[in-house]
């Protein structure tokens, strides 16, 4: 409980804010991950151990935030999917709760709603470009889901029309040189 | 390219997922197929998000994997598909910390950096800047500043996040192109304005005047994006810190005005900036106070959080103004969030008086 003693501090002005974002499933496996602070978690090893301890803390309670060894993890889940967004325990929790929204929010409009594993792992390699448009080593790049998405969602010609979002219907029109 | 699709599902039937017990050295072997012409955009973006999922999941290469990865992968530089070009990208930023002689892709990504693809443009400034050292930099310094001032705010994005990482390295270089930045500040994209401010901000941060000259004019009117704005109240609380004359009256009614805002990330950036500055103006304090009992009344875990958190920072400094709200704190003691319940009691128990532990 260092943070309860801890004399109150201003909020330092910089844009390295996300310390780290991950998608893990319904046994606390990794499916993508990202550490953008070499000083937080610099290892594999130590990446999963705190994943695994985040998991088991998370996975029952589904109250959206959680401070587990001097980060600030918020949260959101899904079926099989849980997906997590974590900052230092000095960071405005309502910012890293926006990013966690565009994360979340991005995957299921790639997914087209069916947020789970096995479809998730379908698309993986767009879930790996939006993890990407997101965040740029900790900096957020971006925060609107739509054109996360509009930059992500590229491979979209072999979806029904009917089955696209507003979105990536439009956007395959104005990339259509008729 | 429909038989790859079947070969596809067939391999998810059997085995439930195409990257289920994937093995490095035969994901490794599939690379040669980058070397087919014509490449084959949906099979080698498959063979790509394999090799990255690998890496994800912390599998280590050797250097001469990596390079050997590294060199098939820009064979792919061929092919026009941008979902292939994406992944190709973020290839070499992955294996550019592993690979040796990167810089054999700058002028491809030069290339696509400057060419017409949109799409292309803003990722390959950031993969670009991955792999550019400070010697390389000068050559590519007209196309940053350029990129700057794109009209594509992603490229613009692009473009200054990337030159706030290059900053860490060669902060000369960087500080020339203020004037670019500068004028990125008032753009009407929400995070080219915010990008913009922070890496003025940070190339500024040890020049006291020039951040007074930056960000005077900003307090002035709204910045319409929430990030800038809270990146604004921080560094104007710092201004603040350091000089409490007369002459930061101006900046403090600034985060009091902020204290109006309708959006809840701004409110709580302003109530934390005002209780944790090292003087608070008292009549300021209250209203900041009463923002934070707001928020521990909300629906939202996190804002329930943020409130209980701020106000138990608070308890040696304003031990009176969190003793008033000790109603709001006891009923956050049975929260559902334990981390919100523990904060919440041990605020209690640090504030509290005989009076409130009957109830």
Same mark, same amino acid.
């Given at each position: 409980?260092?943070?309860?003693?801890?004399?109150?501090?201003?909020?330092?002005?910089?844009?390295?804010?996300?310390?780290?974002?991950?998608?893990?499933?319904?046994?606390?496996?990794?499916?993508?991950?990202?550490?953008?602070?070499?000083?937080?978690?610099?290892?594999?090893?130590?990446?999963?151990?705190?994943?695994?301890?985040?998991?088991?803390?998370?996975?029952?309670?589904?109250?959206?935030?959680?401070?587990?060894?001097?980060?600030?993890?918020?949260?959101?889940?899904?079926?099989?999917?849980?997906?997590?967004?974590?900052?230092?325990?000095?960071?405005?929790?309502?910012?890293?709760?926006?990013?966690?929204?565009?994360?979340?929010?991005?995957?299921?409009?790639?997914?087209?709603?069916?947020?789970?594993?096995?479809?998730?792992?379908?698309?993986?390699?767009?879930?790996?470009?939006?993890?990407?448009?997101?965040?740029?080593?900790?900096?957020?790049?971006?925060?609107?889901?739509?054109?996360?998405?509009?930059?992500?969602?590229?491979?979209?010609?072999?979806?029904?029309?009917?089955?696209?979002?507003?979105?990536?219907?439009?956007?395959?029109?104005?990339?259509?040189?008729? | 390219?429909?038989?790859?699709?079947?070969?596809?599902?067939?391999?998810?039937?059997?085995?439930?997922?195409?990257?289920?017990?994937?093995?490095?050295?035969?994901?490794?072997?599939?690379?040669?197929?980058?070397?087919?012409?014509?490449?084959?955009?949906?099979?080698?973006?498959?063979?790509?998000?394999?090799?990255?999922?690998?890496?994800?999941?912390?599998?280590?290469?050797?250097?001469?994997?990596?390079?050997?990865?590294?060199?098939?992968?820009? @064979?792919?530089?061929?092919?026009?598909?941008?979902?292939?070009?994406?992944?190709?990208?973020?290839?070499? @930023?992955?294996?550019?910390?592993?690979?040796?002689?990167?810089?054999?892709?700058?002028?491809?990504?030069?290339?696509?950096?400057?060419?017409?693809?949109?799409?292309?443009?803003?990722?390959?400034?950031?993969?670009?800047?991955?792999?550019?050292?400070?010697?390389?930099?000068?050559?590519?310094?007209?196309?940053?500043?350029?990129?700057?001032?794109?009209?594509?705010?992603?490229?613009?994005?692009?473009?200054?996040?990337?030159?706030?990482?290059?900053?860490?390295?060669?902060?000369?270089?960087?500080?020339?192109?203020?004037?670019?930045?500068?004028?990125?500040? =008032?753009?009407?994209?929400?995070?080219?304005?915010?990008?913009? +401010?922070?890496?003025?901000?940070?190339?500024?941060?040890?020049?006291?005047?020039?951040?007074? @000259?930056?960000?005077?004019?900003?307090?002035?009117?709204?910045?319409?994006?929430?990030?800038?704005?809270?990146?604004?109240?921080?560094?104007?609380?710092? +201004?603040?810190?350091?000089?409490?004359?007369?002459?930061?009256?101006?900046?403090?009614?600034?985060?009091?005005?902020?204290?109006?805002?309708?959006?809840?990330?701004?409110?709580?950036?302003?109530?934390?900036?005002?209780? =944790?500055?090292? @003087?608070?103006?008292?009549?300021?304090?209250?209203?900041?106070?009463?923002?934070?009992?707001?928020?521990?009344?909300?629906?939202?875990?996190?804002?329930?959080?943020?409130?209980?958190?701020?106000?138990?920072?608070?308890?040696?400094?304003?031990?009176?103004?969190?003793?008033?709200?000790?109603?709001?704190?006891?009923?956050?003691?049975?929260?559902? =969030?334990?981390?919100?319940?523990?904060?919440?009691?041990?605020?209690? +128990?640090?504030?509290?008086?005989?009076?409130?532990?009957?109830?």
């Amino acid at each position: 409980m260092v943070y309860t003693t801890m004399e109150g501090a201003l909020f330092e002005p910089t844009l390295y804010i996300v310390k780290g974002m991950c998608i893990l499933d319904n046994d606390g496996n990794r499916v993508l991950a990202k550490y953008y602070d070499k000083d937080v978690l610099p290892t594999a090893k130590e990446q999963k151990a705190f994943e695994k301890n985040l998991f088991n803390k998370t996975h029952r309670a589904n109250s959206e935030i959680i401070i587990l060894d001097g980060l600030t993890c918020v949260y959101k889940s899904n079926v099989d999917l849980f997906f997590y967004v974590m900052g230092s325990s000095h960071e405005n929790e309502l910012i890293l709760q926006s990013v966690l929204n565009a994360l979340y929010e991005s995957v299921s409009i790639l997914l087209r709603r069916n947020v789970e594993r096995r479809i998730l792992m379908e698309s993986l390699d767009a879930v790996m470009l939006a993890f990407d448009e997101i965040c740029d080593r900790g900096v957020i790049l971006d925060s609107d889901p739509t054109s996360i998405v509009g930059r992500a969602a590229l491979r979209t010609e072999d979806v029904p029309l009917g089955e696209q979002t507003v979105v990536q219907a439009l956007y395959n029109i104005m990339n259509t040189n008729y | 390219m429909s038989s790859f699709k079947r070969e596809k599902k067939e391999e998810e039937d059997g085995g439930g997922s195409p990257y289920q017990s994937l093995d490095k050295t035969i994901v490794l072997q599939e690379a040669r197929h980058f070397n087919e012409t014509p490449v084959n955009p949906r099979k080698c973006s498959h063979i790509l998000s394999k090799i990255l999922f690998l890496l994800n999941q912390g599998e280590k290469l050797s250097t001469q994997e990596a390079t050997d990865v590294f060199f098939a992968t820009t @064979k792919l530089f061929q092919s026009k598909d941008v979902m292939l070009r994406r992944m190709v990208y973020l290839c070499i @930023k992955e294996l550019s910390k592993l690979a040796q002689d990167v810089i054999i892709v700058t002028s491809s990504l030069t290339k696509d950096m400057t060419g017409k693809e949109d799409l292309y443009r803003a990722a390959a400034i950031r993969a670009l800047c991955s792999i550019t050292d400070s010697t390389m930099l000068q050559a590519i310094e007209r196309y940053m500043k350029q990129a700057i001032v794109d009209k594509n705010p992603a490229v613009r994005s692009a473009a200054l996040v990337s030159a706030l990482h290059l900053s860490s390295t060669v902060p000369d270089l960087v500080r020339r192109w203020a004037n670019e930045a500068q004028e990125a500040v =008032n753009s009407d994209n929400a995070m080219v304005s915010y990008h913009a +401010l922070g890496i003025l901000a940070s190339t500024r941060r040890n020049d006291k005047l020039s951040t007074v @000259k930056l960000i005077t004019p900003l307090t002035k009117y709204t910045l319409k994006s929430q990030y800038a704005l809270c990146l604004l109240i921080r560094m104007v609380a710092q +201004l603040i810190d350091d000089d409490d004359s007369e002459a930061s009256a101006p900046y403090v009614r600034f985060i009091q005005s902020c204290l109006g805002h309708k959006s809840e990330m701004i409110l709580y950036e302003a109530a934390h900036a005002i209780l =944790n500055l090292k @003087k608070t103006p008292r009549d300021l304090a209250s209203s900041a106070v009463s923002v934070l009992q707001l928020f521990c009344g909300s629906s939202k875990a996190s804002l329930r959080l943020a409130g209980a958190r701020t106000l138990a920072r608070l308890t040696s400094k304003h031990p009176t103004a969190v003793a008033a709200c000790a109603v709001d704190l006891e009923n956050l003691i049975s929260d559902p =969030n334990r981390s919100v319940a523990t904060l919440a009691v041990t605020t209690l +128990l640090a504030t509290g008086a005989e009076s409130s532990v009957d109830r």
